[in-house]
């Protein structure tokens, strides 16, 4: 059975740092592609980086770039997030998800996990 579980969000004040974490199991992941994408209340689901599995390339939404790092840690079978100076307008529930290419759009990850809520107080 495939899981992914987030964990590592809560409340922040504008400006702080989050570290999301994303472990992964049931199955490999090698040659997938690991996403993030959040979602705020009344709005759609947008995309805010990915990292490729094998390589560890990376690639961001431009809202994030610049401040949002991803990274992967084989061993843990777990992917992070590091959010630095974060704002209000990134609050929202934060999901990771897998999925065989490399995309931006949500509807193409096979596998999700629950989300974790990220809350920047101004």
């Known amino acids: 059975q495939v899981q992914l579980v987030e964990s590592g969000g809560g409340l922040v004040q504008a400006g702080g740092s989050l570290r999301l974490s994303c472990t992964a199991s049931?199955?490999?992941?090698?040659?997938?592609?690991m996403g993030w994408f959040r979602q705020a209340p009344g709005k759609e689901r947008e995309f805010v980086g990915l990292i490729s599995w094998s390589g560890g390339s990376t690639f961001y939404a431009n809202s994030v770039k610049g401040r949002f790092t991803i990274s992967r840690d084989i061993a843990k079978n777990t992917v992070y997030a590091q959010m630095n100076s974060l704002k209000p307008e990134d609050t929202a529930v934060y999901y990771c998800?897998?999925?065989?290419?490399?995309?931006?759009?949500?509807?193409?990850?096979?596998?999700w996990g629950q989300g974790t809520q990220v809350t920047v107080s101004s």
């Open positions: 998800a897998a999925g065989r290419f490399w995309v931006t759009t949500w509807t193409d990850y096979d596998y």
């Open positions: 049931g199955r490999t992941f090698s040659g997938y592609t």
